[in-house]
């Protein structure tokens, strides 16, 4: 096959994984989006459901990246042997033709993974302020049951510090 | 215990249940009615009294349900203090991203490189009377888009503390408000029939006044509530302090004052937002910004001292030696009045010798201030507020988050079982904790397309 043309095919197949990973990105954000509001919402179904889903996606992602980076390495290794720097960027500077699709494709791409990114870090700092509050009011339940910790009521008599949803017959 | 007695505890706990769900929909319903009054279903201890046996349970669901209101509430009015402290630097850091102006024919990096093209312009013909000209003037300008932005940020500065003095009053004005519910609340506890709406009013007056400021805050048993700010008790019974307010403009300090005398720390809040960016960040921004004119009369001044102009072979400086602030940068009287004196040559009488203007235009590349030259030293700085902003505006979302959770959290009502309550409570932990090993591990990934691209 002609060589101008096995490269113009592989940086053909490249733009298709681009537009692939963008989708794919674009879900993903969708996703932990998602993941945000079953979180405010406490809405612990949904968000084990959305948990499944985001590992399935980052799997799918990750097989994707790897598709990606192998065509970068063959495009760079079939027009530009001896090159170290395997970017879409530097790719784009060395390209005789025209690549104005590609551009656009990485400048989407670039920027759905920088909105993913600040999605997920937002996602992670709700999760761990809601794991921190909710391991400060299990502690605080816990210790409402402890015998040191006394309680009384407002005419002095010390309470009752048991914490148990069961009946019990004292008198027994 | 008999049969009867624990189909009884389930009979009524189903029927709590269905109570609980009716209060529910009556709170969705009205909750935007103005002054509507959020309810609780009680469910409090049952007791039965059987041949001088008592059958009861211990700690009611009722009591871990006001823990959580307890905590969720103390939680709530934390976030408002941060997302106040927040809200209020991003707006101030918005109003000086403005200041600076980078970038478009109006910002100080484009007047400073105009300045110095000018320069390179008369390197190529010094003794062209009209580039002389040009270089007057576009040294005017540079110096007047230094003053503009040093006045543009000095305006800023004095609108916060104008709006720090206002917040002081706001603060004063909240703490009245909730001395006058402290006493209202008291009374109807007086008389066994708790004021709800005023307590509910009373929690809104909270979450206002920790916007302002970082308030601490506490409960006591007949519903009043004492505050603390700055770990000072603002706020007993129905005694309010009053908190003054005491500017010093020239060494940029605001200081907040007890009627005792003593000071006390904002911390927080959008008051304690306006304070750090009066003392800290405004000025920090007009040093930095007074470095760079110091720098530019004294690294321009020391070349072309060492110059000639056209005329004769007295050698004099480009800008006024005593004036190295942004706010008091200009030209040499001689050399605004007479262009011929500006010193393109390095030997006196040499109209065609073009040595400092060459030298004076490298200055434009060369790193001469904080390792950097000076046209990166501004845009470094222009750059400061928008990044600072991106920041905050991060950390309002989080923050904003994190609020709306708590506020869903104090909606949802509680069921009728203890263990049922502390078991969700688990598994919604062990979900945050497999959704955050998920979202980790998948850090990674984000770096390595990122660097591929």
């Known amino acids: ?172 | 215990m008999s049969m009867s007695n624990i189909f009884e505890i389930a009979r009524s706990g189903l029927l709590a249940a269905q109570k609980a769900t009716a209060v529910t929909s009556q709170n969705i319903s009205n909750a935007n009615t103005p002054g509507f009054t959020r309810q609780r279903p009680k469910l409090s201890t049952n007791v039965l009294r059987s041949g001088g046996e008592v059958l009861g349970q211990g700690v009611s669901i009722d009591l871990v349900q006001r823990l959580r209101d307890n905590l969720a509430d103390k939680q709530i009015v934390k976030k408002e203090t941060e997302l106040g402290d927040l809200n209020e630097k991003a707006r101030v850091f918005d109003q000086l991203e403005t200041a600076f102006i980078s970038g478009s024919e109006f910002g100080l990096d484009v007047a400073v490189s105009d300045f110095f093209n000018a320069f390179s312009d008369l390197s190529n013909n010094p003794q062209d009377a009209n580039l002389r000209n040009i270089l007057v003037s576009k040294s005017q300008s540079m110096i007047d888009t230094f003053r503009n932005v040093d006045q543009q940020i000095e305006t800023i500065g004095q609108q916060t503390l104008t709006k720090a003095t206002n917040t002081v009053g706001k603060v004063n004005s909240i703490l009245k408000e909730l001395a006058s519910l402290n006493k209202n609340i008291a009374a109807a506890e007086g008389t066994k029939q708790p004021n709800q709406h005023s307590k509910d009013l009373q929690m809104e007056k909270l979450k206002e006044l920790s916007e302002l400021i970082d308030t601490d805050f506490t409960t006591t048993t007949d519903g009043t509530v004492e505050v603390r700010l700055g770990n000072m008790v603002v706020l007993a019974g129905q005694e309010a302090s009053e908190i003054k307010s005491e500017a010093d403009a020239a060494n940029s300090i605001i200081r907040l004052r007890l009627d005792n005398g003593k000071l006390l720390q904002a911390g927080g809040g959008s008051l304690g937002a306006d304070i750090e960016m009066f003392e800290q960040e405004i000025p920090g921004l007009l040093n930095s910004l007074d470095e760079v004119a110091k720098g530019l009369v004294e690294e321009v001044n020391t070349v072309h001292t060492s110059g000639f102009g056209l005329n004769d072979a007295v050698q004099r400086s480009f800008f006024n030696p005593a004036q190295t602030t942004a706010d008091s940068i200009e030209l040499n009287e001689q050399i605004a009045n007479q262009p011929a004196h500006i010193a393109a040559s390095s030997a006196a009488g040499e109209s065609g010798n073009n040595a400092i203007a060459i030298a004076i235009t490298q200055l434009r590349d060369e790193n001469v201030l904080n390792g950097q030259s000076f046209i990166n030293n501004i845009i470094q700085l222009s750059a400061k507020p928008g990044t600072e902003l991106t920041g905050l505006q991060r950390s309002v979302e989080t923050k904003e988050s994190a609020k709306q959770l708590l506020v869903k959290q104090q909606e949802n009502v509680a069921g009728v079982n203890i263990d049922e309550e502390l078991t969700n409570m688990i598994k919604f932990q062990n979900s945050y904790q497999a959704s955050a090993r998920v979202l980790n591990n998948a850090q990674q990934m984000y770096d390595t397309l990122l660097g591929i691209l």
């Open chain 1, 1 to 172: 096959m002609d060589e101008s043309l096995r490269s113009r095919n592989k940086i053909n197949q490249l733009s298709m994984n681009m537009e692939h990973l963008i989708e794919e990105y674009e879900e993903a954000h969708q996703l932990l989006s998602d993941q945000i509001e079953a979180v405010i919402y406490n809405d612990l179904t949904r968000l084990n459901k959305l948990i499944e889903q985001q590992l399935t996606k980052y799997d799918n992602l990750e097989g994707l990246e790897n598709d990606f980076k192998q065509k970068i390495e063959s495009i760079f290794d079939d027009l530009f042997p001896g090159e170290t720097t395997h970017t879409i960027t530097h790719m784009l500077k060395k390209l005789d033709q025209p690549a104005d699709k590609l551009e656009i494709l990485r400048e989407r791409l670039h920027k759905q993974v920088m909105m993913t990114q600040k999605m997920r870090r937002q996602l992670v700092d709700l999760l761990e302020f809601a794991r921190e509050h909710n391991k400060e009011t299990l502690l605080s339940i816990y210790n409402l049951g402890q015998k040191d910790s006394e309680r009384y009521t407002n005419t002095g008599k010390r309470k009752s510090a048991e914490l148990t949803s069961v009946s019990i017959n004292k008198k027994a």
